[in-house]
């Protein structure tokens, strides 16, 4: 500047340049550059050591009043002030384009990315990205300690402490920590763990891991960077104050309290018009500025007479210009005391050497050249020599080079087009372009300018700044790599990752995520996630509920399962991690998920369940058995079968539960049904209780994740064998009828014969008392042996029923009562009221009565009472299986005489079987066919000295 204008002792224009390069210089650095400068070393380092960091955008802000100030010193230095102003506001636009660049990477890098399986605190699997940042290959991490990433044990069991704690009460356990890499590097990470199981965390826990190094560091950079910045507000040496659009006092530096003596705490929220600071004649001027100022136009320098708080009037200069924040409309202003306008005079004449100086000491190269294809230098500044390697004067009038021929030439047309064509809208220029230095180095460049008209509009000459963007340029290629890198990292991710705004805008997805969706990646990026992505039926429902999450109305969802609309019209089921973005006041502006299409693996699970219920609660036992017999997997129908609970029959093996089975014999079977595949047997299970019953069982072998097993069914054929049994005796009993028919038939053809002729015989004599009496006896026999006759014909025919529907009751209580007759026993009736009748033929069916009432009988000789109950049968399940199902009526005849042994039960409806000296044998067979000739079942239940039931089911008509 034109101006002294001095910071702590030390010129302004050193002291920018030590403040410029402060981040990351050293001592030595800034010492040599005041050297070079030729300023005060002592007083450059007490000014770098005294300085911190401050936000970029404070400290453009002061360094454009710092201008402001200097350019009312000279129209020359306003002029040079001007195009560092543009500089600032240059990289001001650039600092926001690198901002808007990191917003993205930020996504990026929140992402979870990093992603792995832990048990135990021991990695079970790990993706890629993680693989990466800690260093190590899959081989070295899977099945170790997550011990290995921590420096120390103290911090290993630090961070389980506290995450795992939060996990058991919360769910989630977040902490940052730092991990030491493959290579002894350390690193700052966030992580964040889900157990997989919140009852057992020992199932497995996932965790994400950020790498929150680089953040950390440029955190720190920045505190320290806007403590440099609030340094340099303080230290100005003029008085610099921030209004609001009603003019009223919003902030003010040291400066403004010397100057107008007040307080800055008495100053801030007061209207400067209240505060008595300037006469009536100039608090109009001062009033009309503030119209200008926001109608966004700078105002002054203007000239008043300030009223200090003591009372002293003092001339000063103030200039005041507009500025937006956000969307507040700001004025910012600058004042200086002019008590001292004879010194700030004799500063004018010596602004240009001093401008020279300040040109000579900025980082890039300030220049005036001619409007013509060599672009021939009229004045260039010293910083020519450091941008292009070559020297000061080379350029000047194209001494030894002009300055087109530095330009890359690939880049020489465009240069000149590009301002020519602001010349032509006598607007300013900016552009980027490389050149070629005296080393043969590329160097990005950017350039600032405006053309210098005369009074005809003809360009007289050029003036602009030219500065080495190299650095930026390549740190844009690194973000740009970077963001290419990420994008691959999401790419071979094997989950979907997308990110939605509070818009339901898609602003990222991965390949995969394009890939389950069916969508191209630039068709879908932003578009509506729930117009493009959900089902028409569930679109408005969840669009607003994802609403209330982004507005904090319902807690954030860690986890959720969805449908998802494919492009075609599918739906998927997708289960869904999700991570919100927050804002600096905690509100949600953007989820990141990342998604696993789990549709096929829903329809499995389905599946198998479905299985499972029906293994479950098949009608069949189902065991899995282990090699040495041991039982893995019992169903419902086993346990119920067997009598033992699930976990009893569990603790057994097959040698428990299948009776006579030894450990050879099972052996055998193993290797057996290995070899075959498959085998059939037919065998006697063990109940709890000790009984046995037969069983039909089927082996199946199968190889199951590497161990072998025998998968058996087993039914209880116990109705089975009665069913067979059954059948095996009418066949017998049919077979044996039909002999004895034909017998009988003959037999009592015969004996017709016989017995005529004996009455013809006992006619002729009737005198011969001795031969009569012989021949009576022969009648006798002959009517004896044609009785039995008739009985072998009722048991073979069954007596060619004719049935007619009757009621029962009083024809079993007539029989029952004629057949105990004068005997010691008697009877007792039980019958159901509203007996069904049955269609039967009641002289069989009394005969039926009568046999088993006479053998209830003589199963009591010493007397008794004989139980008769009848009653009516609904439900199908009790009756036995050989019946149809439908109603019936149920007769029992009970009796506790001896009993029949165990041995005689099967025989006793077989033809001529007694145990009786006088017995034919031939009455519980007539029974048994009666019976069956009216569609029914007779049944026996005995038990030696404890009695006998027998039991008849008829059907109801």
Known sequence: ASAPIIVAGVHVANWLMGQCNALGVTREEIKQLAAEVGANETRVLEAFDNTSPVPLEQFERTLNLLWYMARELSTLGYGNLLLARDNARLRHIEQSMHDSETKLRTILTSAPIAIGLVKDRVFQWVNDHMLNMVGYSVEELIGRSSRILYESEKEFQRVADVKYGQIKRGGTGEIQTRWKRRDGSLIDVHLRSTALEMENLSAGVIFTALDITERLKAEKSLKESEQRFKTLFESAPDAIFLMDAEGRFIDGNAATERLTGYNRDALIGRLFSECNLLPEDSLNGAIANLKRNLEGKPSGPDEYMLRRVDGVIIPIEVSTYPVQLGDQHLIIGIARDLSFRVQSELALRESERQLSVLLSNLPGMAYRCLNDPEWTMLLVSEGVSELTGYAHDAFINNRELNYSQVIHQDDRVRVWNEIESALQEKAPYRLTYRIIAADGKCKWVMEQGRGVFDDSGKVEFLEGFIIDITDRITAQQSIQAERDRAKKYLDIAGTMIAVINREMTIELINRKGCEVLGWKEEDILGKNWFDCCVPPDKREERRQRVRQIFDGAIPFPEYAECIALTQDGQERVIAWHNIPLRDESGNIIRVISSGEDVTERRKAEETLKLTQFSIDHAVDAVFWVEPDGRLSYVNTAACDALGFSHPELLSLSILDIEADLTPDEWARRWSQVQSARFMSTNSNFRRKDGSLFPVDVTFNYLEYEGRSHLFAFARDITEKRKIEEELFKASKLESIGILAGGIAHDFNNILTAIIGNISLAMLDLAD?????????????????????????????????????????????????????????????????????????????????????????????????????????????????????????????????????????????????????QKGSGLGLATTYSIINKHEGVIEVESAVDVGTTFRIYLPAS
């Not at 006759?789 to 529907?805: D, E, H, I, M, N």
């Not at 007792?828 to 069916?845: I, R, T």
């Not at 149920?890 to 006793?908: A, R």
């Open 768 to 916: 011969s008392e001795g031969l009569l009496r012989r021949l009576v006896d022969a009648e006798k026999a002959s009517l004896r042996a044609q009785k039995l006759t008739q009985q072998l014909l009722t048991f073979s025919r069954g007596g060619a029923p004719v049935k007619k529907t009757i009621h029962i009751e009083e024809m079993i209580r007539d029989s029952a009562r004629f057949a105990v007759h004068g005997s010691k026993v008697r009877c007792e009736f039980l019958f159901e009221p509203g007996l069904f009748s049955v269609e039967v033929d009641e002289g069989q069916l009394s005969q039926v009565i009568h046999n088993m009432i006479i053998n209830a009988d003589q199963a009591m000789p010493q007397g008794g009472v004989i139980t008769v109950k009848a009653r009516n049968i609904v439900d199908s399940a009790t009756l036995p299986p050989s019946l149809k199902p439908g109603n019936y009526v149920g007769i029992t005849v009970t009796d506790t005489g001896i009993g029949i042994p165990p041995q005689h039960l099967p025989n006793i409806f077989d033809p001529f079987f007694t145990t009786k």
